[in-house]
């Protein structure tokens, strides 16, 4: 009889380049964020909206812009081979929350304010801060006019950054006012460049006839220089929208939050109008900025919807977390209230009764169980409840099961001091294992 080849050993498959798998020891950190985002959504007033990953590509071609760097380079856009549609995994979301919007026609009875969490996709160069597959929170406020607007999402990532203790960051706000005012300052923009065209690197040159206002946004210390020079779209504006970005500028300062005029700040699109805004860290390098949002009134109308104020802001939730860690945030360490240490594997029907019944009344807890065969030692055991956190150790031993009882054993404030629990009155008793605040 031939003898059997050895099977080949399977190739392992790892992440795709850029997109990162978070483990329970991250991921703590991501649901201690989140939960303050939603605290303080629900306390302005926010409801939550979910958009689909995948869109039509012509949503992001719209709604972002044919010129922008994520519509050249950077999304992630396919043929869907069962009807031959053109689809884009999402690259932001603003777009698909307007889109939202029209097609449920969710602005016909007054504004809305939303707020969304969720992975977005670009396909770009993974670096510090910057990922193929990134979360992104955002907030948008659709159908309302006003600066006060302007002013209250400015004020929620204020809000939003002081309750996770950052500090040392900056606001950064310009005006982009009105079309007609952004049209005499795009003309002035493109003949001063034009004066000076051998200073332009080749991004520029390209930019000069499709969107000028993004040679502003150049990181070229080569075009530094120049870029200071160039007219400043403040210079263009006409009384009603100095009267906008006033308004908007007194109630920031009336609220105690410090900023200071961009004038390099800009978004290149035509649907963008009055504020645009900025917070930004210096201690993240390159990938400084944490969030960005702005007034984009004419979004609505290029979508094909009728003409609808809007106003909103997204941030970089792993540029965030990355900060937090850099500034040395604590953030609680997730343990459960008890664990259950079980001698006896006999013992499980009892045990797991027990636990979910602990369960149901609101305790957390941790049930041991075997790692090779059988449940091991209790030496091991008690390791491993001390390694998990909890506050207590459930012991199920055959002596306290003889009595239909069970042994609490507190391992955390030092005394060791332990008590007996009748498994006959779990209710009235667990209450005395929840962690305390």
């Not at 990953?53 to 999304?75: A, P, R, S, Y």
């Not at 689809?87 to 889109?99: A, D, K």
């Not at 332009?200 to 006839?209: E, V």
């Not at 390791?383 to 012991?395: I, P, Y």
């Amino acid at each position: 009889m031939a003898d059997t080849l050895p099977a080949a050993k399977a190739e392992k498959i790892f992440a795709v380049k850029g997109m990162n798998d978070i483990l329970p020891a991250d991921s703590s950190r991501w649901e201690w964020f989140e939960q303050h985002v939603r605290e303080l959504m629900s306390s302005y007033a926010y409801g939550s909206i979910r958009t689909p990953i995948v869109e039509h590509t012509q949503l992001f071609v719209k709604g972002t812009g044919e010129t922008t760097d994520i519509v050249e380079k950077e999304m992630y856009s396919f043929e869907d081979r069962l009807n031959g549609e053109q689809l884009t995994l999402r690259p932001e979301n603003t777009p698909g929350v307007v889109g939202a919007a029209i097609e449920h026609n969710l602005t016909y009875d007054g504004g809305k304010r939303l707020f969304y969490m969720g992975p977005m996709f670009r396909h770009e160069r993974p670096q510090r801060g910057r990922y193929r597959q990134f979360y992104q929170l955002g907030a948008e406020a659709l159908g309302f006019a006003g600066p006060e607007l302007d002013v209250e999402l400015m004020l929620m990532v204020w809000q939003l950054f002081q309750r996770l203790g950052l500090r040392d960051i900056r606001v950064e706000l310009n005006s982009l006012g009105l079309p007609p005012e952004r049209l005499a300052h795009k003309a002035a923009l493109v003949s001063y460049f034009e004066q000076h065209a051998d200073v332009l690197d080749a991004d520029s040159q390209r930019r000069l006839r499709t969107n000028p206002l993004r040679i502003l946004d150049t990181k070229n210390p080569a075009m530094q220089a120049l870029v200071q020079g160039a007219p400043q779209l403040l210079s263009f504006l006409q009384e009603a929208s100095l009267a906008h970005f006033e308004t908007v500028t007194s109630l920031l300062t009336g609220c105690g939050v410090p900023w200071r005029i961009n004038p390099r700040l800009v978004r290149g699109l035509d649907y963008y109008s009055h504020t645009v805004f900025e917070f930004i860290t210096d201690e993240l390098g390159a990938q400084g900025t944490l969030c960005g949002g702005g007034r984009y009134d004419g979004l609505f109308e290029m979508l094909g919807a009728k003409p609808t104020a809007a106003v909103g802001w997204g941030m970089g939730i792993e540029r965030v977390l990355e900060l937090m860690q850099v500034q040395g945030v604590q953030i609680p360490s997730p343990a459960p209230d008890a664990y259950a240490v079980i001698p006896d594997a006999l013992a499980l029907p009892v045990v797991m009764q027990t636990l979910l019944m602990l369960r149901t009344a609101g305790v957390t807890v941790q049930m041991h169980a075997g790692q090779h065969e059988g449940l091991g030692s209790m030496k091991s055991q008690f390791k491993r409840a001390d390694t998990s956190g909890a506050r207590f150790a459930l012991v199920f031993g055959a002596d306290e099961l003889a009595q239909n009882m069970v042994t609490v054993k507190s391992l955390r404030d030092g005394s060791g001091a332990q008590v007996r629990q009748p498994l006959s009155d779990v209710l009235q008793w667990a209450p005395t294992l929840q962690s305390r605040a």
